[in-house]
Every structure is written in C-alpha cells, then in structure tokens.
C-alpha cells in the first residue's frame, strides 16, 4: 500500500458572493479548490512520487486577495489552471488503487468532497482510507487531543522549513516529512481504536443534508438532544454536573452523568450551514478521571479569562468616564 499526503489550497469568495452561490447551488460550498498537492510514499515511507496542479475555479473566479497573499497564487495562474473534472480525474489516475491518504487536519478531504459534489464528480474513493496525521503525531507524542499546526510537529522533529509554506506541493511535502519521522503504520493499526471512542456521533441541524438548520446558537443549546440527553448505553436520562465549557472554534461541551455507566462528555462542534442557519457535529464519549479533570480545568480557565476581560472593561468604562469628568472640569 502507498500513502499519500495530500494538502490543498482553495479560494474564498467575499461574503455575500459566497453565500448567494451556496443558495443557488442549495449545497455548501465553503471554498473552491485552486491547488492540489500531492506527495506519495512506499510501505516504508519512502517518497516515490509527488503530484501538483492549479485548479481553475468556476464559481469563485475572482481570487481573494488574503489567499493569493499566503498562497502566492495569482489571478493569471488560476484563470490559467485546469479545470475541477479534469484535475480530478488526473489526480484519481495518479493516486492509483492501492493508497491511503495522509491529511494534517481533518479539513482536507471534506473540502475536496465538497468541491466534487458540486461538480457532481464521485467522491467516494476520497473516504476509503483516510489518516489524520494529527491524530497520530498526538497520540506518538505527548497524548494530548489538541490540533497543532503543521510547523509545530516539524519544529518539534527539528525538520527544517526550506520551501515556501502554503504551497499545496510544499506542505503535502512537508507532511511526509513528519510522517517519516512518525510511525504511520503503527498509527494506522490503532487509529480507528483511538478514534472510535465515541459512543454516539451525529450532525444536528445539517441543512445540506434537509435538515432545518439552528437559526440561533441558543435555539441548539435549547435543544433537547443537548440540554435533556439520555445516556447512548442505557437510555436513561443524564444529570448534568457543571456548567457548559464554551471554547474557542465555537464547540460546546457538557458534563453529564448516568447513573449506570458513569461520566459522560457530551460535545458540540458548531458550523454555519450555507443558508446561514448553525449545524453541530455532536459526539457523546465517556469520561475517565482525567477527562473530567482537564475540562473542570478548562472550566476554570475560561472563568478566569471572563474575570480578566470584565476587570479590563470596568478600568476602560472608569477611565473613560474619569476623561469625560476632566474635559468636564476643563470647560
Ligand atoms: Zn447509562
């Protein structure tokens, strides 16, 4: 088997450009692909191939001048590029049959999915085999579920960055440069143990899929499914043991408690849908010691954080009512 690192680039639109395609296409289209990279290893990891091509978008045709500043890309070398069925179909060629892919993130392959359901391309050989190296460079490293950019786990294995970054070339090389450094085969063989901890995972308000989407953040946390839960095992109902932990990314998450089966984490994972309504990926896991100890400490943490902004807001309002007493007494 090969494994295949895979990065790429795409474009935005402007807002309301984006949103009034999404509507008219009535599906998600987040970004439009402008460049594939592709590197390609051995079983033992060594690199026997490598795949780059500029995609020419067909409905973000302007390039949006915060990706062609990372990217380098210019308006010129899209309008030049290939277009999406033809690239994909190269690319399939080029992949060949017997491969996983290696992605850092897990932003990647959704992204291309998207892109091909809008060109109505079959996307299911995308999905076969696919490895979040992060998960694997977490789980080889210090164990911790956080998501690290592809320049820490390169500092952290002292590989050094002599290629322009945001290259979909570049990166998907520098991907297999930290995947030589890790296991990739032992991480496979565990991946889907480490992953499959969830006890339940579903979207909630998915728009693309006909659901009605969550027109406001409250109207989810509302929800049922979220604030009245029963336990995935047994089916009863949860007590919930904290407050909710509101973190950064907009996810969502509640400690709850059955009876029978213990601590449970209960976690929200918001979008926005195309029509601008919310979805969520909801995941239901349970909880060991640890896990409820990192998120009380995560609790505390954001407490902290809410403290220090209103003590900064309270010395502004001070201040700034203290000005407007001087430029009082001034006049
Ligand atoms: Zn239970």
């Given at each position: 088997?090969?494994?295949?690192?895979?990065?790429?680039?795409?474009?935005?639109?402007?807002?309301?450009?984006?949103?009034?395609?999404?509507?008219?296409?009535?599906?998600?289209?987040?970004?439009?692909?402008?460049?594939?990279?592709?590197?390609?290893?051995?079983?033992?990891?060594?690199?026997?191939g490598s795949y780059q091509i500029i995609v020419k978008p067909?409905?973000?045709?302007?390039?949006?001048?915060?990706?062609?500043?990372?990217?380098?890309?210019?308006?010129?070398?899209?309008?030049?590029g290939t277009p999406l069925p033809e690239a994909a179909e190269r690319f399939k060629k080029w992949c060949g049959k017997d491969f996983a892919f290696l992605t850092w993130g897990p932003d990647d392959i959704p992204m291309l999915k998207e892109n091909f359901h809008v060109h109505d391309l079959e996307s299911g050989w995308l999905?076969?085999?696919?490895?979040?190296?992060?998960?694997?460079?977490?789980?080889?490293?210090?164990g911790l579920a956080k998501q690290r950019s592809l320049e820490y786990a390169m500092e952290h294995f002292e590989i050094p960055m002599n290629l322009p970054a945001h290259d979909a070339l570049n990166d998907a090389y520098?991907?297999?440069l930290v995947a030589q450094a890790l296991d990739v085969p032992a991480g496979v063989a565990v991946y889907s143990k480490a992953r499959g901890e969830f006890l339940e995972e579903s979207v909630i308000g998915d728009a693309d899929a006909g659901d009605d989407g969550y027109v406001t953040i409250n109207e989810m946390l509302?929800?049922?499914v979220v604030k009245n839960?029963?336990?995935?095992?047994?089916?009863?109902?949860?007590?919930?043991?904290?407050?909710?932990?509101?973190?950064?990314?907009?996810?969502?998450?509640?400690?709850?408690?059955?009876?029978?089966?213990?601590d449970l984490l209960l976690s929200l994972k918001l979008h926005r849908n195309f029509n601008d309504t919310w979805?969520?990926?909801?995941?239901?896991?349970?909880?060991?010691e640890t896990a409820i100890a990192e998120f009380r400490d995560g609790l505390e943490r954001a407490e902290q954080a809410r403290k220090t902004a209103?003590?900064?807001?309270?010395?502004?309002?001070?201040?700034?009512?203290?000005?407007?007493?001087?430029?009082?007494?001034?006049?």
């Open positions: 088997m090969y494994y295949i690192t895979l990065d790429l680039e795409w474009n935005q639109a402007y807002a309301e450009k984006a949103l009034a395609v999404q509507r008219r296409l009535s599906c998600r289209l987040r970004g439009e692909v402008i460049q594939i990279g592709a590197v390609k290893m051995d079983r033992n990891m060594n690199i026997c067909k409905y973000f045709k302007k390039l949006h001048r915060h990706v062609s500043a990372l990217t380098g890309i210019t308006q010129e070398q899209m309008d030049m999905e076969e085999r696919v490895y979040d190296l992060q998960h694997i460079f977490n789980l080889q490293t210090d520098f991907t297999a509302d929800d049922d839960p029963v336990c995935p095992i047994c089916k009863r109902e949860l007590t919930l043991c904290d407050k909710p932990l509101h973190s950064k990314g907009q996810r969502y998450t509640y400690h709850y408690h059955c009876k029978k089966d213990g979805r969520a990926r909801r995941t239901v896991k349970k909880a060991d209103k003590k900064r807001r309270v010395r502004h309002r001070r201040r700034s009512s203290g000005d407007k007493t001087a430029a009082a007494i001034a006049e």
